[in-house]
């Protein structure tokens, strides 16, 4: 019976100390959302560099897949956003150093209409510090009303 009582003290202090630390990455990582929507509407890619890990990969709303030297040139490129905002955030993590981060991305480039999509990063925590490993998105776009009177 001792044993048990101490064992169930060890469980539920693990546990506490767990979430305890996922509190504050969760913490950290929404945090970090604003900055990185901010750096990527500045095209600001020497920041963008610290977000993205070496190995980075984006597939955008097209079907293209860029690797972090691609996406930054991209990002450097094309007319700057005016907006870019992420939205509906809902984190889930894959042990203490994986995340993965659920969203809706508004954004619009000067003179274009807004554009909404489905963003899905994987995040993977270097050094204490959390990067994008990988990210996707897809737009949002009405129902069809076929589509919508089913529901």
Request: aromatic share 10%; hydrophobic share 45%; glycine share 4%.
């Amino acid at each position: 019976m001792k044993y048990l009582i101490t064992f169930l003290k060890l469980l539920l202090a693990t546990t506490l100390g767990f979430g305890q630390a996922h509190t504050a990455d969760e913490t950290a990582l929404r945090a970090m959302l604003p900055n990185l929507a901010t750096v990527i509407k500045k095209q600001d890619v020497k920041a963008l560099d610290r977000y993205y890990t070496p190995d980075y990969l984006f597939v955008d709303q097209f079907g293209v897949r860029m690797n972090k030297a691609q996406r930054m040139a991209y990002i450097k490129s094309v007319k700057p956003f005016d907006m870019f905002v992420y939205e509906d955030v809902k984190v889930r993590f894959y042990g203490p150093a994986t995340a993965i981060i659920n969203s809706t991305v508004r954004n619009r480039v000067a003179g274009q209409a807004e554009r909404k999509s489905s963003a899905t990063l994987v995040m993977i925590k270097n050094a204490g510090v959390w990067q994008v490993a990988s990210a996707q998105a897809t737009p949002i776009v009405p129902a069809a009303p076929a589509v919508a009177a089913k529901r």
